[in-house]
């Protein structure tokens, strides 16, 4: 990464909470191959409102890889979004650093590494859910379709914000 510059910019939204808030400034590295687990800012084809502003790139976490029409994209999920990915195909860099109310964070501590690993599984294992049983979910009648998912939507979100406190709590 030597005589590369740094890409700065500041967060709009609170799609990464906790590890990357509205307001924040977060540093990354040009990286155009993230690995899973990266927490990567993409770029837009269109620029989208989110918050006051327009902005033209988004910065979340990429969970996996899927061909698409013949090109490669990265399965990208926000660590506060439930149930919510997406796939990009233009990564910019990879996020190394946020500053939050005048403190440095540098995502390559090692508490911060690891952080990072169990909040790639918890977005993994509930990306993987989610594609596994919506095929389901579709068969099922339309009204007993909503109430079903209404309920299955919870449980996971009520798992997924334990499983968060315990990451935290033992990580931070």
């Known amino acids: 990464m030597k005589n590369k510059k740094l890409i ?13 808030r509205a307001g924040d400034i977060i540093f990354a590295a040009p990286c155009k ?47 506060h979004c ?3 990915w997406g796939f990009q195909d233009t990564p910019i860099g990879k996020v190394i650093k946020v500053q939050h109310n005048g403190h440095i964070v540098n995502l390559n501590e090692r508490r911060w590494k690891l952080y990072n690993k169990r ?11 989610y594609t596994l049983t919506d095929p389901l979910f579709r068969m099922l009648p339309q009204n007993m379709n909503k109430r079903y998912r209404r309920f299955f939507s919870r449980s996971l979100n009520q ?13 931070v």
């Open 8 to 20: 700065r910019t500041d967060v709009v939204s609170n799609s990464m909470f906790p590890i990357i």
């Open 33 to 79: 191959n993230p690995r899973m687990g990266d927490i990567v800012i993409f770029k837009l084809n269109k620029k989208v409102i989110s918050g006051d502003r327009k902005v033209g790139y988004l910065v979340h976490r990429v969970i996996g890889t899927k061909m698409i029409k013949n090109k490669k994209c990265f399965v990208e999920k926000g660590d």
């Open 82 to 84: 439930t149930p919510a």
């Open 119 to 129: 909040m790639t599984l918890l977005s993994l294992l509930e990306y993987k859910v």
């Open 159 to 171: 798992i997924k914000v334990f499983s968060r406190k315990l990451i935290i709590k033992n990580c």
